[in-house]
């Protein structure tokens, strides 16, 4: 919801995927849908309720959606074009193949993946939006667990040993704030993990992100053959990142940097000189930078500023009590006690070029010094 309304989670009140969001929020499609572009979204939104009627509702002209989650597959419309198109209909997009050498190699062909399928909708709508303004949000899925392969992107990484995270005890999780210590030792701990299996992770994560590479490098191509590269703005990023087991856990929904620091690529020509840039940015500036550019007025409510702006320090917040208790229904408050002994399920995060603060309500907090300490792994409890 912060990506595409510019506003944070404490504002938009929207905290957890699949919960309404407030009728009065305006979302980035909806803004330049007014402006006079054509809209759409192919793949992921995690809005509620989870069709494409409602996705149309927020702002978009045209939607082709896919969730990645099973309970949202009967209002998929990958797992509808599947059911009709792929001869292994009757697999499960995510089956894997047993006794494979890789144990998450895909049994569906990679044309029938939902990644492949995001990209080929998106050049779909590019094709049919014709020659006037339009904007196109295309949402991978994938690297998101789980980390199901098809060939040849199964053994892309065969011959590749990727170096691991560092194998924490169990005593260094207990060390930490224990919101972090919920988070990391929910339902089935896996912070021992089988280092070989893990290997296979990251490969798998690795081959994932090169099946997103692929589809992004064709969509750039018809951007290209379509003659519209020279006044199109590309925006490559992510909502977040993955722990892949760095301080035992596997997942996301923490402020360690394999969390929180996604790539953040543009390309605008004409206006942006290609080059890397280390300014601090967040999510919420994409709005207020997208309507800056194409000269649509920026409503008073936005919260982001302009990615090229320079800002002393971001800000991030967390507050998903399910997350804390495995996604189980038993989350219930009780006065002075709050939800499984976590007083208040929230989480605030302020980072500086060089200082990273995260505060858990009612639990202190942690400081890591990310120029001596950039893994994390030493860090200090102010009192606040």
Request: proline fraction near 9%; charged fraction near 25%; glycine fraction near 8%.
């Amino acid at each position: 919801m912060s990506i595409l309304t510019g506003r944070y989670a404490h504002s938009h009140k929207n905290r957890v995927n699949y919960t309404p969001c407030d009728r009065s929020e305006v979302f980035l499609q909806r803004m330049l849908s007014d402006a006079g572009y054509q809209t759409g979204s192919a793949g992921k939104l995690h809005y509620y309720p989870p069709t494409n009627e409602h996705a149309r509702s927020t702002g978009f002209d045209s939607v082709q959606l896919d969730d990645g989650v099973p309970a949202t597959d009967p209002y998929s419309d990958y797992v509808k074009w599947r059911s009709v198109n792929d001869p292994r209909r009757d697999v499960h997009y995510n089956a894997t193949e047993k006794g494979a050498k890789n144990p998450y190699r895909g049994i569906v062909d990679y044309e029938y993946t939902p990644t492949a399928w995001t990209g080929n909708e998106t050049i779909h709508m590019l094709r049919s939006f014709g020659a006037g303004p339009f904007f196109i949000h295309s949402s991978f899925f994938k690297p998101h667990a789980p980390y199901t392969v098809p060939p040849p992107y199964d053994s892309m990484f065969d011959a590749v040993d990727i170096p691991l995270p560092k194998q924490v005890t169990l005593d260094y999780i207990q060390s930490l704030p224990l919101p972090l210590q919920r988070l990391i030792l929910r339902g089935t701990p896996v912070y021992d993990m089988d280092r070989t299996r893990l290997q296979w992770i990251w490969r798998s994560y690795f081959a994932s992100i090169a099946m997103v590479d692929r589809e992004v490098g064709r969509i750039l191509d018809e951007i290209d053959r379509l003659g519209r590269a020279d006044d199109t703005i590309v925006i490559f990023t992510s909502d977040h990142g993955d722990q892949l087991l760095e301080h035992g856990l596997n997942g996301k929904n923490v402020f360690f940097e394999d969390s929180v620091r996604v790539p953040l690529m543009i390309r605008y020509p004409g206006r942006l000189q290609p080059g890397p840039r280390t300014n601090l940015a967040e999510l919420i500036d994409l709005v207020p930078s997208l309507l800056e550019w194409a000269g649509v007025p920026i409503p008073p409510r936005v919260q982001g500023t302009n990615v090229t702006r320079e800002r002393e320090a971001v800000f991030s917040e967390n507050i998903i009590p399910e997350v804390i208790t495995g996604g189980k229904q038993d989350f219930y408050f009780t006065p002075g006690k709050g939800i499984k002994d976590i007083r208040h399920p929230d989480a605030k995060m302020v980072r500086t070029a060089r200082w990273k603060l995260n505060y858990y309500p009612g639990h202190d907090g942690e400081l890591y010094d990310l120029k001596d300490d950039p893994g994390e792994m030493t860090w200090s409890c102010p009192q606040i």
